[in-house]
């Protein structure tokens, strides 16, 4: 095939899919399928409201009335094929937990005990690991397991995660695409299930919430219907080859375009209002820094994603009044309720930020918003950058 031809083929394919995307979303808003509670009510990607409600899905006594067949699923799905020992936990005596203290103070996400077999389980989307977080929830495991031997944390994110732990037998790393969303398609197939319609609708729109964050499709018809065009011929499918390599290409350079225009138009636009900002550097961390005082600092991440407010040594340098002031101010800010303490010395912490009016823009399409926001007015970014970060040092005093 010529490049005029392939050219031709991959603009007729893109034309195609469009017409297809766009049909089916009329249809949806029409009939209302296009409506998800997890989205609207913006917690589509807080790990908190995750855990919640995956603890409470796997609880016998959750509020969906279902008893054990969903944890039943959850154990003969997820976790006996991967950790043997865990399959011999008696469901029927099994209760489950969220935020389950450690003898250290800390929480772990979700627990599964019957009191004789203890199964732990974090849960990661954005924010990153505590220091030494899953080792000790492993040794905390070695302690509860004693009777029984060792049972290893089950490590939950999105295939995207990147974990600060190198791989050990601490932890057995399970994925939201492909345990999570297979177990919730088990769970709805049931026909206990089938018989309660309003539990149907939320595990499907559970379920699409856990596909945006991880960057799948969220839609099973469309994304069918789609293949069915790329799968047509052989034309076709070579042309969605070429869209995905440049894609993946147009995602690197709008990323970078970002980048550039945060650290140079925009960072000279909020110094020129905070004499102090600085820009810095550090592994993924590309941010303007702002001194809150003793050395204390407020940090916001070249794509808005990531803010962080922390000190070497904070206990010592903040009252818990101050720190929960400032904890509430970001909470006001960002619309994020459930700040992270990412490491020791760490006020608030989270990297599900979004830039405002930017909030529900799906993961995909966000830096490419970004850099249209950035590019038309970089210095209404500056602004907002700059009354964030007077905010939090109003409160900082």
């Known amino acids: 095939m010529s490049t005029m031809d392939s050219t031709r ?10 017409v297809t995307a766009k049909t089916l979303e ?26 919640r409600m995956l603890a409470d899905l796997l609880n016998p006594k959750g509020l969906h009335y279902q008893g054990s067949a969903y944890l039943e699923l959850f154990m003969d799905s997820v976790v006996k094929p991967l950790v043997e020992k865990a399959g011999e936990l008696d ?8 935020e389950h203290r450690t003898y250290e103070g800390r929480r772990i996400d979700i627990v599964i005990d019957d009191g004789t077999i203890f199964i732990p389980i974090e849960v990661k989307i954005y924010a990153g690991e505590q220091e030494k977080q899953l080792a000790d929830y492993a040794a905390f495991s070695r302690k509860i397991n004693s009777s029984i031997g060792f049972i290893p944390v089950l490590f939950l994110t999105p295939r995207w995660y990147e974990s600060s732990e190198e791989s050990s037998d601490d932890y057995v790393q399970i994925y939201f695409e492909e345990h999570i969303i297979p177990w919730l398609k088990k769970c709805i197939s ?52 070429l869209i995905g390599k440049a894609l993946e290409e147009l995602e690197h350079d709008f990323d970078n375009k970002v980048w550039d225009i945060f650290k140079g138009n925009i960072f000279e636009l909020v110094k020129s209002k905070i004499p102090d900002a600085q820009y810095l550097e550090e592994n993924d961390w ?13 940090s916001i991440n070249y794509d808005i994603q990531s803010l962080t407010v922390e000190h070497d040594n ?4 903040l009252s818990a009044g101050t720190a929960d002031k400032i904890r509430k101010t970001l909470s006001s800010i960002t619309g994020i309720r459930d700040y ?8 608030w912490f989270s990297e599900a930020v979004r830039y405002p009016g930017l909030e529900n823009t799906d993961e995909g399409m966000y830096k490419y918003e970004l850099y249209h926001v950035y590019s038309k007015d970089p210095q209404a970014a500056a602004d907002t950058i700059v009354s964030w970060a007077m905010e939090v040092k109003s409160v900082r005093g």
């Open 9 to 18: 083929t991959t603009a007729k394919l893109l034309e195609r899919v469009w």
């Open 190 to 241: 049931l026909e206990q299930t089938k018989r309660a319609a309003p539990i149907v609708e939320i595990l499907k729109q559970f379920s699409k919430a856990i596909k945006s964050f991880c960057g799948s499709m969220e839609d099973e018809v469309m994304e069918n219907a789609i293949n069915a065009i790329v799968k047509e011929s052989r034309d076709t499918y070579a042309a969605a080859l």
């Open 286 to 298: 590309y941010y303007i820094f702002f001194p809150l005082g003793n050395g204390c600092g407020f």
């Open 26 to 51: 009329a249809q949806y808003r029409e009939n209302g399928m296009a409506y998800n509670v997890f989205k609207a009510a913006g917690i589509g990607t807080k790990e908190t409201a995750i855990c």
């Open 91 to 98: 469901v029927s005596k099994a209760k489950v937990t969220a």
């Open 340 to 347: 992270t303490d990412a490491e020791e010395g760490c006020v």
């Open 314 to 317: 904070m206990e010592k340098q």
